[in-house]
């Protein structure tokens, strides 16, 4: 059984950073699709960033340049590197796995195992 568990999120202002981490534990599995989804109120779940074994890692379009994700396989962490960040990056974020996924995709189906969030807040 995996699990995931995610910290690191806050308040800051716009154009600030925040640097989130997701430690995965139990029965990993790192050559499969990872990333991080996030979601405002009222709005639909949506990915941000994504990346399997031995790629780079892709983002939606509102977060290139801004956000990176790095990923330690050895110590079984992700991040999430978010600078310049804007009020509408506000959101919940999840880190996401797939079990059983070893192509890139940015649909929330596609991930079967959710940490429990950590809230992003950006005041203008």
């Known amino acids: 059984q995996v699990e995931l568990v995610e910290s690191g999120g806050g308040s800051v202002q716009a154009g600030g950073s925040l640097k989130l981490s997701c430690v995965a534990s139990?029965?990993?599995?790192?050559?499969?699709?990872m990333g991080w989804f996030r979601q405002a109120p009222g709005k639909e779940r949506e990915a941000v960033a994504v990346v399997k074994a031995d790629s780079r890692p892709r983002y939606i379009e509102s977060v290139k340049g801004r956000f990176t994700l790095p990923v330690d396989k050895d110590k079984k962490l992700l991040y999430l590197e978010m600078n310049n960040l804007q009020p509408d990056d506000t959101a919940m974020y999840y880190c996401v796995l797939s079990t059983w996924r070893d192509r890139f995709s940015f649909s929330a189906d596609s991930y079967d195992v959710w940490g429990q969030g950590t809230q992003v807040t950006v005041s203008s």
């Open positions: 139990g029965d990993t599995y790192i050559n499969y699709c």
